[in-house]
């Protein structure tokens, strides 16, 4: 994704640098010394841009965090629009996380592990943007239960289930598999509305 | 849980300090002086039973995922019994297991963060370990789909959706909350069965 935009391109080269060598040997063990050379910077540059390796990765946290809180915000205003049906809403919001998520895989390994090693005010900042996705999905899906669309589920859990099994994707789903993202994220739009249980039979 | 045999208890004692030690600093940060001196031993007595730190993590590892597999293998094995119902089957199933992922607490944040200091080979059978149980878990509904009792869902994507599901409680459950695990459980095995889309007023 070069932006040709040669200006601002230090701080987005030191990001990159960054993120590759942290998902390589984690945030502990790479070196600003092996992020400037990747980046192909000069130390000084990079200091100009950051004051230390934590502010770093707490770039890359927030940005990721950013991305994944506006996107689902876009999709969740989208599926508000009148004629939209319940699935493909659903289908919307949840492919839109699964696409933001993944791509943003190193991210999803500094959340599990890196985290720890941000500053206590910088790692809240990061995971009270994680509420508030999480308690985005859980307005939408209350406002479907409201409106008599869903059944009165527990929306907590039901949003934590949502959450965990679109995160959970990282660990097992990879493209050139035997399905592709949008028909993983169709058995996961169809399991969660409309159960796996077999219609049964009319009685009598 | 003191079991009061004192012939075998330093091996389980090093086990209990190590596991609170490794929840509470990491296991990069604790060190076997502190594993010994929280479990009141002596070195000696350590590395009579141990090699080093690793191999106590690797045994924590072990046992945990041991135990995680009898648990679903026995609560498989009981809801194939005749005469029960698929969601008093699913119940048993998930409650056995989210019972046995939080008890043990330090293995979740092993799994998540510490197993990367585990050489490769001991990594590889403790990742084995749980794939055996996603496989049982799958092959279990795969048996529920071939008898006709679930509709042809993809096993795969809902075995992982519900081990995800499972996981997750570990950041958000906690005991003395609104809700009673059982309670979350019974929610789970109703979002995965029937779904929470409303039901529809018979057109016409």
Known sequence: MGTGNTAGDTFGQILEAAKE?????GYENATTREITDRAGITKAAMYYHFRNKQEILYTICL???????GNMREAIAASREPGGDLRGQMRRILLSYANTYLKNKIFNKILLHDI?????D???????????NVHQ???FLEGLI?????RPVNPTVMTFSLISTLHWLFFWYREGGPLTLEQVIDEIVDL?????AAPQPPAG
């Open 137 to 139: 999905l859980r307005g």
């Open 122 to 132: 910088k790692k809240r900042v990061i995971l009270d943007k994680e509420k508030e």
């Open 116 to 120: 720890e090693y941000l500053d206590e």
């Open 63 to 69: 940005q990721a965090a950013d991305e994944l809180i």
């Open 146 to 150: 409201e409106r008599g669309v869903l």
């Open 21 to 25: 060598l942290f998902y390589e040997k």
């Open 192 to 196: 969660f509305l409309f159960g796996s």
